[in-house]
């Protein structure tokens, strides 16, 4: 089901301001809207070339209403036993703060949960997966627009752990996950915001060029 965002779009509005109205939209969707939306998204990133070529998948768990990639990690799994795909979920930076890093999870690791209460993998070396390692990264995104522009959280830790990579030739597809509800006419960009090259929706499939 796809709800009017027209009504809290004006030329004034702040990313801010945006960013509680477009949660607040989320939060509303029922779970049976939720259930669906999760396996319709999976479909959708199954049909993708980049998805099914690709050995090593970032994704995230489902907060705050977001897209439940939990059904598209279980298709994942089950391709492994063919192929060696690996999945990654990210975790706050030790270290560097207001970074993430990647790590393996497959339906073993062993988890915590991090000071914004999200689960993510306890910090193994091991396990580790570079950023620049990764064919795709799956982002969750509050909102979006048909230009390929994001809007996230507002802590920038995606922003800031993709920014490293931004010089590299060959670098990983940037694809944002999101409800249809949560895509605007045009968001506010500020120059430190990194596009994706595509967002996956429970009906849509976008696609934008970037060098």
């Excluded at 089901?1 to 939209?25: C, E, G």
């Excluded at 944002?176 to 929706?201: E, F, K, M, R, Y």
């Amino acid at each position: 089901m796809k709800r009017n965002t027209s009504q809290i779009m004006s030329k004034k509005t702040s990313r801010v301001t945006l960013r509680k109205a477009l949660r607040a939209l989320r939060n509303e969707l029922p779970e049976s809207e939720q259930q669906h939306a999760a396996f319709a998204v999976r479909d959708n990133l199954l049909s993708l070339p980049d998805i099914t070529n690709a050995s090593s998948i970032a994704c995230y768990l489902p907060n705050d209403g977001e897209v439940d990639l939990r059904p598209f990690m279980h298709a994942c799994w089950k391709l492994n036993n063919a192929s060696a795909l690996h999945t990654s979920l990210p975790v706050l930076h030790p270290v560097c703060k207001g970074h993430l890093l990647f790590l393996r999870y497959t339906e073993k690791t062993p988890m915590r949960v991090n000071k914004y209460n999200i689960e993510e993998p306890i910090l193994a070396c091991s396990d580790v997966i570079p950023t620049f390692h990764h064919q795709v990264i799956l982002m969750p995104l509050v909102g979006f627009d048909a230009s390929g522009n994001r809007l996230g959280m507002g802590g920038g830790y995606y922003d800031r752990t993709l920014a490293s990579i931004q010089a590299q030739i060959i670098k990983p597809k940037l694809i944002g996950i999101a409800h249809d509800c949560q895509q605007v006419d045009q968001l506010p960009v500020q120059h430190w915001d990194i596009p994706v090259n595509a967002i996956v929706t429970p009906t849509q499939q976008l696609s934008f060029n970037r060098t």
